[in-house]
């Protein structure tokens, strides 16, 4: 069963820092693409980031461009979301979901994880 | 950028009602639109992808069609587990969301 497990979630202050991570199982990780969406409380989904299945390529959307780094461990089927001079709008559920290639969609997604930014 | 934008933003139908929720692109993007449905409090769920396939172990009551910058999603026959908010996703250039479109009961 393929699962995908966020973890890293909190309450940090503006201008702070946070490392999400996401645990992969029940399938080949280093196979995979993989993104990070977030949804902004009582909001519709956006998406944050992707990282291609070796790790080459790597997008950001320009809402977090140059304040997110997305980065993967393959040899710990392990994804990661590191968050720097966090805004009061980055306060969303952070998901993880696989990507797949051919079909060009998220095809399985974690639980997500909740990130606050507040004073 | 392309934008998603979805209609309408929520509506009200009974259970066995034909339902249509429209997307339209900001720019042509082929076919590369995928649907899904989100319950509260529960990760996304994808539906069909690149317009008009049906994602394994999705019912064959949802479908999806157009091209180019209109598209659709029908539910045949609306069911009690369909009540849920729907998500347009273009996947030409990146990825972007549809604002999302809330199905609940009349």
């Known amino acids: 069963e393929v699962q995908l497990v966020e973890s890293g979630g909190g309450l940090v202050q503006p201008g702070g820092s946070l490392r999400l991570s996401c645990a992969a199982s029940?399938?080949?990780?280093?196979?995979?693409?993989v993104n990070w969406v977030r949804q902004a409380p009582g909001k519709g989904l956006e998406w944050v980031s992707y990282i291609s299945s070796g790790g080459s390529t790597i997008y950001y959307a320009d809402s977090v461009k140059g304040r997110f780094t997305i980065s993967r461990d393959n040899a710990k089927n392990s994804l990661y979301l590191q968050m720097n001079s966090l805004r009061a709008e980055d306060t969303a559920i952070y998901y993880c979901?696989?990507?797949?290639?051919?079909?060009?969609?998220?095809?399985?997604w974690g639980q997500g994880t909740l990130v606050t930014v507040s004073s | 950028d392309i934008q998603m934008t979805q209609s309408p933003s929520s509506l009200s139908a009974s259970v066995g009602d034909r339902v249509t929720i429209t997307c339209r692109a900001s720019?042509?993007?082929?076919?590369?639109l995928n649907w899904y449905q989100q319950k509260p409090g529960k990760a996304p769920k994808l539906l069909i992808y690149?317009?008009?396939s049906l994602q394994s172990g999705v019912p064959s009551r949802f479908s999806g069609s157009g091209s180019g910058t209109d598209f659709t999603l029908t539910i045949s026959s609306l069911q009690p587990e369909d009540f849920a908010t729907y998500y347009c996703q273009q996947s030409f250039i990146l990825w972007t969301f549809g604002q999302g479109t809330k199905v609940e009961i009349k």
């Open positions: 979901a696989r990507g797949r290639i051919r079909e060009r969609d998220f095809d399985y």
């Open positions: 690149a317009t008009s």
């Open positions: 029940g399938f080949t990780f280093s196979s995979y693409a």
């Open positions: 720019q042509s993007i082929s076919s590369y």
